[in-house]
Structure formats: structure tokens, C-alpha cells
């Protein structure tokens, strides 16, 4: 096991810790990072000895404060690596701090797949699934509706195993925990034989899209789209399974979509936004028509996934899914007639319901409306007024990314919220486990 620790009081600053968007900085009493279950359990067990609160941090890609602690700090970096592959069973069980680039390209080489998948690669595998990350799929649901069994540390050091046949009650729940329940030390996802999916991208206009978002989400597996605010313009993706064969896209004009235009023309243009407010409209109309159609056949990873390079800030919000063409009209309608300057574009998913106790699709389908701001740019006043229009639909805010609910709210929107915390009162009643986040959204 890794310790660093810095003790206060001998002129020795604790090292700082902060998420990938800025959002959300911490200096830990004691940073550590274990590289086997055990040493994770002896980890907590001695930081609840000593009166200390546990978190732990994946990658920081949540926008929240949830793995912030002043106690101890458990990191990822050791705890790695795919444990097992089930064949027979069609699973794989993987260290709670892989990451999904690797699980992804290991499980590829293997000649298996997940079902279904986020757009980044960059989170570990329990920092996914805490917080509920999903992809969008009219079947298939976010990465913690794929788990098969999980390995739990609980506040007393001892190690739980979960599944729907072992300690189901407390599966249901730490499938989407947030850090609350325990410490995910291992995860066991379902997998199938590696598929192709054939990607059709193309702009269409956004009165189009909502008035035939239902057919849209019915006749494809996988639908999504991005809205340019200030615009009528949306890129709509649809992705579905292929016979192949493959046909990747061409080594240059990927990059020239996906890294120079995605991110390196874009990051010029949200820093030219951020310096030049009253340029935005026309930054982004130019935008909304740059991206054009193109379709291309691929293993599923390499179309669901792409790169993140720019930076911003983001909250979404998880809507009953026959909502989401109302609540972004009125979105659509507030940019309008304010004088918002919104760089970023607006992403539409949907899920199926799923039985996960704080999931933000529990017992309904969904569709999810995020919105963004580069970081750097004031993001607050548009923030509290999307999230007016969401809350107004029910809306359920994602646990990783930023919102201002707090258990008030979310016990009224979550039929099953106090199953959840009266399992958290009794796997954790000291709150070793506890932070500001968890007593903001669970309450004390």
C-alpha cells in the first residue's frame, strides 16, 4: 500500500486534490492507494479508528464535490486490472480503479463488449457506475444497469459481496451509492461477444427533431443529438447494430472531426466566446453548420466514445422521457429572449427504467438534458434557469455533475429515496463515509 501523508502542524502542506473540470479541490489529511481489497479494508478500518472520514476519488470527472474529504483519501491508481472474464457466464470482473479505456480495449482484444457505454473512457469503472454514467440506448441502460455483482468495504473494514442472489438489498442500492454505503473494491459487468455498430451522424434542424423525437428514440438503438444554442441546429446520431463489415473512419478525416474541429477548433472558439461574450451567437451558428453527415462502421467503443479535450463545467438533468421535447423547447425559448451567451451545445440521451434504487432512470424511461459552459465562463444564472425548467418535469439531477437540489427535493422525486438512506443508517450510521455533498443530497 502507497501512503502519502502530510501532517499538520509541522509546516508541511497536505497535498491538494482537485476533479478534472476545477470544480472542486481538496487537501486530505492522508492520501493513500491500495492495491488489493485487503489493503483497502485495513485502510478504512484503521481511518474509522481514528475518527477520520473515507472518500474515495476515481478520475475527477464527476463536477461535484462528492469524493472531497479532509480525513483520508483513497486513490485508484494501484487498484487496477481485469480480475476475471466468465465466458460461460458473460461477465468480467474488473478493480475497482480501472479505468474504462482500459476495461474497453482489454475486453476488445478478448473479442468481447459491453452492451453499452458513456462517450468518455477516462472514468474508473466504480467512479462510473457510483454515479450513475450512462450512454443513451432505447434498450440499454447506464453502466450500473450492466453490473452483475459487486465487492463492498464497509465502514467497519469488512468486505460484502452483492449481487441480486447475495445481499440484494444492498446491490439494488450501491449499483448507483455515491460513495455513501462503502467503497467499491471490485465490479463484475455483463459482457457479449464484440458486435459492430454502424454510426449515422447528420445536422438537422431542432423543430424537426422534437416534433419526431419518439420515432426518432423507437427506430434506432441508440439516438442522441446536440442542440447550438442561438441556433435551429442539431447533429443527431443514431447508432445500430451492423453485419458488418467494418468500415472505420479514415485515419485523417477522424481527426480532422474529432480532434482538430471537435476540439481544436473548438477550444479556439470557446476561448474567443469567453474573451467576446456578444460574439457567441454567431460563433455559434457557425458551429452548428461545421459539422456535417457521416456514417461509418466500427466495434462499439470506438463509435460510442470520443474524445473530451475542452474543458467545461455541466449539469444534467435525467426527465421522464415524454418531457424532454417540452422542457427544450422552453429551454430553447429562454435563450432566446434573454441575453444568455451559451457556447456549448445542449446534449439529449434517453435510457430505459431500471429497478436501481437512486438511479436517475428508476422506474421510468428517461431521456437527459445536459447543458454546459466552458470552464471559465459564468455558468450560475444559466444553470439556475435550465434547471427551473427541469425541476418543473420532474427532473432528477445527475449525481456527478452539478445542481442545487438538495434531500428535500430529491426524497419527492425518488420513490425508493428512503430505502436508500435507511440502508445507508444502518451499513453506515457513524458517516465515515459521510461529506457536505452526502448530507446536502441523502441529509444527515
Given at each position: 500500500?502507497?501512503?502519502?501523508?502530510?501532517?499538520?502542524?509541522?509546516?508541511?502542506?497536505?497535498?491538494?486534490?482537485?476533479?478534472?473540470?476545477?470544480?472542486a479541490?481538496?487537501?486530505?489529511?492522508r492520501t493513500?492507494?491500495?492495491?488489493t481489497?485487503?489493503?483497502?479494508?485495513?485502510?478504512?478500518r484503521?481511518?474509522?479508528?481514528?475518527?477520520?472520514?473515507v472518500?474515495?476519488a476515481?478520475?475527477g470527472?464527476?463536477?461535484?464535490?462528492?469524493?472531497?474529504?479532509?480525513?483520508v483519501?483513497?486513490?485508484?491508481?494501484?487498484?487496477?486490472?481485469?480480475?476475471?472474464i466468465?465466458?460461460?457466464?458473460?461477465?468480467?470482473?474488473?478493480?475497482?480503479?480501472?479505468?474504462?479505456?482500459?476495461l474497453?480495449?482489454?475486453?476488445?482484444?478478448?473479442?468481447?463488449?459491453?452492451?453499452?457505454?458513456?462517450d468518455i473512457?477516462?472514468?474508473?469503472?466504480?467512479?462510473?457506475?457510483?454515479t450513475?454514467?450512462?450512454?443513451?440506448?432505447?434498450g440499454s441502460?447506464?453502466?450500473?444497469?450492466q453490473?452483475?455483482?459487486?465487492?463492498?468495504?464497509?465502514?467497519?473494514?469488512?468486505?460484502?459481496?452483492c449481487?441480486?442472489?447475495e445481499n440484494?438489498d444492498?446491490?439494488a442500492a450501491?449499483?448507483?451509492?455515491?460513495?455513501?454505503?462503502?467503497?467499491?473494491s471490485e465490479?463484475?459487468?455483463?459482457?457479449e461477444?464484440?458486435?459492430?455498430?454502424?454510426?449515422?451522424?447528420e445536422?438537422?434542424h431542432?423543430?424537426?427533431?422534437?416534433a419526431?423525437?419518439e420515432?426518432?428514440?423507437?427506430?434506432?438503438?441508440?439516438?442522441?443529438?446536440?442542440?447550438?444554442?442561438h441556433?435551429?441546429?442539431?447533429?443527431?446520431?443514431?447508432?445500430?447494430?451492423?453485419?458488418?463489415?467494418?468500415?472505420p473512419?479514415?485515419?485523417f478525416?477522424?481527426?480532422l472531426?474529432d480532434e482538430?474541429?471537435?476540439?481544436?477548433?473548438?477550444?479556439?472558439?470557446?476561448?474567443l466566446?469567453?474573451?467576446?461574450p456578444?460574439?457567441?451567437?454567431?460563433?455559434?451558428?457557425?458551429?452548428?453548420?461545421?459539422?456535417?453527415?457521416?456514417?461509418?462502421?466500427?466495434?462499439?467503443?470506438?463509435?460510442?466514445?470520443?474524445?473530451?479535450?475542452v474543458?467545461?463545467?455541466?449539469?444534467?438533468?435525467?426527465l421522464?422521457r415524454?418531457?424532454a421535447?417540452?422542457a427544450l423547447?422552453?429551454?430553447?425559448?429562454?435563450?432566446?429572449?434573454?441575453?444568455?451567451?451559451?457556447?456549448?451545445p445542449?446534449?439529449?440521451?434517453?435510457?430505459?427504467?431500471?429497478d436501481?434504487?437512486l438511479?436517475?432512470?428508476?422506474?421510468?424511461?428517461?431521456?437527459?438534458?445536459?447543458?454546459?459552459?466552458?470552464?471559465?465562463?459564468?455558468h450560475?444564472r444559466?444553470?439556475?434557469?435550465?434547471?427551473?425548467?427541469?425541476?418543473?418535469?420532474?427532473?432528477r439531477?445527475?449525481?456527478g455533475?452539478?445542481?442545487?437540489?438538495?434531500a428535500?427535493?430529491?426524497?419527492?422525486?425518488?420513490?425508493?429515496?428512503?430505502?436508500?438512506?435507511?440502508?445507508?443508517?444502518?451499513?453506515?450510521?457513524?458517516?465515515?463515509?459521510?461529506?457536505?455533498?452526502?448530507?446536502?443530497?441523502?441529509?444527515?
Amino acid at each position: 500500500m502507497t501512503v502519502r501523508t502530510a501532517r499538520r502542524g509541522r509546516g508541511l502542506a497536505p497535498p491538494a486534490w482537485r476533479n478534472w473540470a476545477g470544480t472542486a479541490e481538496v487537501r486530505p489529511l492522508r492520501t493513500v492507494a491500495p492495491a488489493t481489497t485487503g489493503a483497502l479494508a485495513e485502510v478504512v478500518r484503521r481511518a474509522a479508528e481514528d475518527g477520520l472520514r473515507v472518500k474515495a476519488a476515481g478520475t475527477g470527472h464527476s463536477f461535484t464535490a462528492a469524493a472531497v474529504t479532509d480525513g483520508v483519501l483513497i486513490r485508484p491508481d494501484r487498484l487496477t486490472g481485469i480480475r476475471r472474464i466468465d465466458r460461460a457466464a458473460g461477465t468480467v470482473t474488473a478493480a475497482a480503479g480501472t479505468t474504462l479505456r482500459h476495461l474497453n480495449r482489454e475486453l476488445a482484444a478478448a473479442g468481447l463488449s459491453l452492451t453499452n457505454m458513456g462517450d468518455i473512457m477516462e472514468q474508473t469503472v466504480s467512479g462510473a457506475v457510483s454515479t450513475g454514467t450512462h450512454g443513451t440506448g432505447r434498450g440499454s441502460g447506464s453502466l450500473a444497469a450492466q453490473l452483475r455483482a459487486l465487492e463492498l468495504v464497509l465502514a467497519d473494514g469488512s468486505v460484502l459481496r452483492c449481487s441480486p442472489e447475495e445481499n440484494a438489498d444492498v446491490f439494488a442500492a450501491a449499483r448507483t451509492g455515491l460513495g455513501a454505503l462503502g467503497v467499491i473494491s471490485e465490479v463484475t459487468l455483463a459482457v457479449e461477444p464484440l458486435f459492430l455498430l454502424t454510426a449515422r451522424e447528420e445536422p438537422m434542424h431542432l423543430g424537426a427533431v422534437l416534433a419526431d423525437f419518439e420515432h426518432l428514440v423507437r427506430d434506432n438503438e441508440h439516438f442522441e443529438f446536440y442542440w447550438f444554442p442561438h441556433t435551429d441546429r442539431c447533429v443527431t446520431k443514431r447508432n445500430n447494430r451492423s453485419p458488418g463489415p467494418a468500415a472505420p473512419l479514415p485515419p485523417f478525416g477522424g481527426w480532422l472531426t474529432d480532434e482538430f474541429l471537435s476540439n481544436g477548433v473548438f477550444q479556439a472558439a470557446c476561448s474567443l466566446g469567453r474573451a467576446v461574450p456578444p460574439a457567441v451567437p454567431g460563433i455559434a451558428r457557425i458551429a452548428g453548420r461545421a459539422l456535417g453527415a457521416r456514417t461509418y462502421t466500427d466495434i462499439p467503443y470506438k463509435v460510442f466514445t470520443s474524445p473530451r479535450r475542452v474543458r467545461f463545467v455541466e449539469m444534467e438533468y435525467a426527465l421522464p422521457r415524454a418531457a424532454a421535447p417540452a422542457a427544450l423547447r422552453e429551454l430553447a425559448d429562454l435563450v432566446e429572449r434573454s441575453d444568455l451567451r451559451v457556447g456549448f451545445p445542449v446534449e439529449v440521451r434517453v435510457t430505459p427504467a431500471d429497478d436501481i434504487t437512486l438511479s436517475t432512470a428508476s422506474g421510468r424511461e428517461t431521456a437527459y438534458v445536459a447543458v454546459h459552459q466552458y470552464r471559465g465562463v459564468p455558468h450560475e444564472r444559466y444553470f439556475t434557469a435550465a434547471e427551473r425548467i427541469m425541476t418543473a418535469h420532474g427532473g432528477r439531477p445527475h449525481w456527478g455533475k452539478l445542481h442545487s437540489r438538495d434531500a428535500e427535493y430529491l426524497a419527492g422525486v425518488y420513490p425508493r429515496f428512503g430505502e436508500f438512506t435507511a440502508l445507508r443508517d444502518r451499513l453506515d450510521p457513524a458517516r465515515v463515509f459521510g461529506n457536505d455533498y452526502l448530507r446536502r443530497v441523502l441529509g444527515d
